[in-house]
Every structure is written in structure tokens, then in C-alpha cells.
Nanobody, 128 residues
């Protein structure tokens, strides 16, 4: 059974930084595509960033709102994926979810339906 557990959320001020972690147990982490999504109150869950592959080459994917401010990384030795968030804005306030899926051809890394495993979420609140 694959389990994902996020941590690192909290209350910060605009302009601050925060690093989220997602620890994965079960399965073969190194072969998983990993993504971060977020959901603000009253809104749909939206894509933030993902780590996947183009062919055999690893690559990262970012939503426009995350480009230049957020960075996804992974440590296969620790079975953990990270989300470094800098220059946080009040509009970044949301519950952040980690998601994972076994690597597969033609995967749309930005699509929620592609991911098989989800964490419980961690709250990030950015005050102005």
C-alpha cells in the first residue's frame, strides 16, 4: 500500500518562504511521477508542479503561477519530494496536496486524474 504524508505547511507572511515535504512509503518511489496540487476554499484543486519525464529524460513542470517562485525536487534515497516556495503571496493560500503515480507513457503530469496516490494535504496560509 502506497502512502503519502505531507508536512511543512503553516502560517507565513507575504514574501516569506516555506518548504513542503512529502514522504512516500510503499511502492517504488524512484519510478513514480510526483506532483503538487493545491486547493483554495471554494475552488477546484489545481496543478502546481510535477516531476516527470520526457522520454527517458527527467523534467519538471510548473503552473504559470508557480514559475520562478516554486521549485520541486526529489530525494530518491529518502523517498521524499519537496516543494520549495519563495516569495509567497496571499493568493498562494490553500491546502497543498502531494500526488504520485507509477510512470507511464503519455502521462499528462498536470492532470489530477493521472495520479493514483494522494496525501492528506497540508495547509499553507499567507497573510498580507
Amino acid at each position: 500500500q502506497v502512502q503519502l504524508v505531507e508536512s511543512g505547511g503553516g502560517l507565513v507572511q507575504a514574501g516569506d518562504s516555506l518548504r513542503l515535504s512529502c514522504a512516500v512509503s510503499g511502492g517504488t518511489f524512484s519510478s513514480y511521477a510526483m506532483g503538487w496540487f493545491r486547493q483554495a476554499p471554494g475552488k477546484e484543486r489545481e496543478f502546481v508542479t510535477a516531476f516527470g519525464w520526457t522520454g527517458v529524460a527527467p523534467r519538471t513542470y510548473y503552473a504559470d503561477s508557480a514559475k520562478g517562485r516554486f521549485t520541486i525536487s526529489r530525494d530518491n534515497a529518502k523517498n521524499t519530494v519537496y516543494l520549495q516556495m519563495n516569495s509567497l503571496k496571499p493568493e498562494d493560500t490553500a491546502v497543498y496536496y502531494c500526488a504520485g503515480a507509477p510512470r507511464k507513457l503519455g502521462m499528462d503530469y498536470r492532470a489530477k486524474y493521472e495520479y493514483d496516490y494522494w496525501g492528506q494535504g497540508t495547509q499553507v496560509t499567507v497573510s498580507s
